[in-house]
Each structure stands twice: as C-alpha cells, then as structure tokens.
C-alpha cells in the first residue's frame, strides 16, 4: 500500500467537515486522507490536493469534486486564486514522508538501501543530500545535525564529513555509512534516522516551508474554519503549536494597543492527539505522529 493514513478517524472528527465546504489536503500523497474526506462531502462540495511527488500523480482520484495541484503547499494561496477559490472551510496536513517514498530505494530517502543521497521530495528541484554533504561547511554541517535531527555529536559528525569528503565525494548511501558508523553514539538505527531526518529537511526547505504554509492556511480559512496538522518529531510539533497559540512561528504572545492578547486561533486540541496501539501495531510508523487541531476566530 502505497499510504496508510494517521490518524484518519481522529482528524475526520475534528475537522468537523461540513458537506458543502471546500477543503484542502495539503499534502495528498496516497490519497488516503482525501479519499476519508470525499465521502464527508455532498454533491455540492470541494477538495484541493496538493502534492510536489510526482508519483502523487498515479494516486489522483477521479471525482469531479477533486483538484489535484502537483505543487509544493507552499503555495497553497496561489493555486487556489487560480481556481477563483479565495477561503475554505478546512485544511489538513500531514507532515510525515509516506511509506512510498521510504520504501522506493531510488528516492535516497532512507539509509536502509543502497541508492543515490538524493531525498528530494520535488524531483525537479537542484538540491540533492550529495550536493550538501559536499558542499557545506563544518558549521553548516553541524548546525543541520544539530538542529534538525538533534544529533548529540552533531559537530564530531560535521568535521569527519568534510575530512571524508577531501578524499571521495559522497554519492551513495554506503559512501556515507561507511563514514558515518565509526561515530555512532547510542542506538544506531535511531542515529541514522535522525542524521537522514536532518538530510531531509535541509534538501526539502522544510521548515521554511511549513512556516510559510501556516501563515497562508491563518489568511485563507474562513472564520469558524479548521486546520488539522499531523507532525512527527519536536521541531515540527513545537512550531505548529507555536503557531495555534499565537499565530506566530516563535510563541511570541502579540498584544494590540489596549494590552489585549492577539489569538487568531482557538485551540480544539490542548494535548496532542496520539495513535493508539491498535493503530501502531497496524501502522508502525504511525508511532511517532501528534495531530494538533485548530479552529481560526
């Protein structure tokens, strides 16, 4: 299966779908979700996907109330202008990298096969987990590990990187490992999890874009209108429930001039909602996913 959906019963519930809105699964992947969503909705109903994956293309569903977008969420707000779509009534995203793209060996996206450090998500885009591992400097280098995959030994990594590479460039899964394992500390698959989760988002602008996608979605929900994100590590999960809380990115409590507290949102989660052990056992890399819901004032 190309896709098992998180979380689906818990964010049907609380994206609270009306059947005649308009909705968007910004990151459609193996339609799972969009497919859970579409039988929510009436005649009169509509749902965006959006995915960059140009594998995302076999799994668009043929239904005259889908819109598939092959592009980035980043630019959610263009595309839906495109289609006279100014708000909408629900938007969800689920932040994890699908099965699919861990599993096909030639994305480069896991250190369980031997392939080319690739990692991009949008295979038309220039940056490639070679082109960092050869280019960057130690304190780059480090800053990634460190911030990115929480590495404990983010800067030793850093400076036998750029040692290594003097002598062979990296291209390929092994290149890398063989200097990598040396270095280990702790367990090693959650090392090397969280050294290529660090690779990852580094190619593919994560952060950056999911900033600048939530600060979209907060433009183009109507009042009254839902966001559901699903994330799978801290960094992503504190920014979103940064942003609920605030509407910032940082946390940062906004007041206008008469000392009241700026809150574009009300938060409908005020713990994030876990899969159960059903669910992990049927989905085992469901285990890490946290879905946060928000409802914009």
């Known amino acids: 299966m190309y896709h098992l959906p998180a979380l689906l019963r818990e964010t049907l519930e609380h994206l609270a779908i009306q059947p005649d809105g308009i909705y968007v699964d910004a990151t459609f992947g193996g339609g799972g979700h969009s497919k859970a969503i579409?039988?929510?909705l009436n005649h009169t109903g509509k749902l965006f996907g959006f995915d960059q994956d140009k594998d995302a293309l076999q799994n668009v569903?043929?239904?005259?109330?889908?819109?598939?977008v092959n592009h980035n969420?980043?630019?959610?707000?263009?595309?839906?202008?495109l289609h006279t779509i100014i708000t909408v009534d629900g938007i969800l995203a689920d932040l994890g990298v699908s099965s699919h793209q861990l599993d096909k060996a030639e994305r480069g996206f896991s250190y369980r096969f031997e392939a080319e450090l690739d990692m991009?998500?949008?295979?038309?885009?220039?940056?490639?987990?070679?082109d960092i591992l050869n280019s960057y400097n130690v304190q780059d280098l480090q800053n990634i590990f460190s911030k990115y995959g929480e590495v404990r030994n983010a800067k030793t990594l850093a400076q036998k990187i750029v040692e290594g590479r003097a002598a062979r460039p990296y291209r390929n899964t092994s290149d890398f490992?063989?200097?990598?394992?040396?270095?280990?500390?702790?367990?090693?698959?959650?090392?090397?999890?969280?050294?290529f989760q660090a690779l990852r988002i580094e190619v593919n602008k994560e952060m950056e874009v999911l900033e600048d996608f939530l600060q979209q979605s907060l433009e183009i929900l109507k009042p009254g209108g839902r966001i559901a994100i699903i994330s799978y590590h801290s960094l992503e999960d504190r920014i979103v429930k940064n942003f609920f809380k605030t509407g910032n990115t940082s946390g940062e409590v906004q007041k206008d001039f008469y000392g009241?507290?700026?809150r574009p949102f009300k938060v409908i989660?005020?713990?994030?909602?876990?899969?159960?052990?059903?669910?992990?056992?049927?989905?085992?890399?469901?285990r890490s996913a946290k879905l946060r819901v928000a409802e914009k004032v």
Do not use: W
């Open 73 to 81: 969420f980043q630019y959610l707000r263009r595309f839906l202008k």
């Open 177 to 195: 490992l063989s200097l990598v394992e040396p270095i280990i500390r702790g367990n090693k698959l959650r090392y090397l999890s969280q050294v």
């Open 38 to 40: 579409l039988q929510e």
């Open 260 to 262: 009241n507290i700026h």
């Open 269 to 286: 989660t005020k713990k994030a909602i876990l899969p159960t052990k059903e669910e992990c056992n049927q989905n085992p890399r469901a």
């Open 120 to 130: 991009r998500m949008n295979q038309q885009a220039d940056l490639k987990a070679s």
């Open 61 to 68: 569903i043929d239904d005259q109330r889908f819109i598939f």
